[in-house]
């Protein structure tokens, strides 16, 4: 069956998983702007829509249930699974990649004056991210998983907290687009060291968990949220 042109960006990826690799390639956004069409994503991007059509339809799906492919049914579980899997790595690999950005700014900063903007870009990066992770771990989740059960959430509305960290991973997907393009697509520049090469592949390597990251959360997560909290208000 050919790949449906209007369905969303969001919704073919949370169809089959490995289309993510794909949209990155294309540089078509499947996470923040996950609600536009194919056909609308592929026609501002210039691109021939029968060519990414038959690319997509090309692709298998995982051989694994839906489930397993990293999205839980319950939406505590898909929260519990966004925190061990996406959160954990951003927590271990943040300060890494700062160390490596800083370094190879000293080094090379002078031959190479856009590694000046990619640290300011990549400081930013991370000052938004960790106080948006801490509190989707420390109120936002936890609430989710209460509301599942029946429990006071101690959240009147999730819209606008859900809006709010929507705006959020917007700010963050801006600045991640700023930092492939200064870096044009983190090529490896001929001069690059062992550590260059180790920061151009870690930030690409942490631009594409952030894009599967923030699907999850922009495009299934939380609009299951909002149905849920529609449906127990109608009774």
Known sequence: MTVDVNKPLGDLVTQNPNRAPIFDELKLDYCCNGHRTLS?????????????????????????SHESVGIPAENSALAHDIVDTHH???????????????????????????????????TYAVSELDPH?????????PAISKMEKGSPTGIDYFEAPIQELR?????????????????????????ACGSYRMMLDGLETMERDLHSHI?????VLFPRVLELEQQLAEG
């Open 133 to 141: 992770m801490t509190k989707e771990e420390r109120i936002v989740f």
């Open 215 to 219: 699907h999850k959360e922009n495009n």
């Open 88 to 122: 954990a790595y951003m927590w271990q690999e943040m300060p890494r990649l700062a160390e490596l950005v800083d370094k190879v700014h000293r080094v090379h900063g002078e031959n190479h004056p856009e590694l000046a903007k990619l640290k300011e870009l990549y």
């Open 40 to 64: 609308e994503a592929v026609s501002t991007a210039g691109l021939n829509l029968d060519e990414v059509v038959a690319t997509l339809d090309a692709t298998p799906a995982p051989a694994s």
């Open 167 to 191: 705006d959020e991973h917007d700010e963050v997907g801006r600045v991640l687009k700023e930092m492939r393009d200064i870096t044009n697509d983190y090529a490896v520049p001929e001069d």
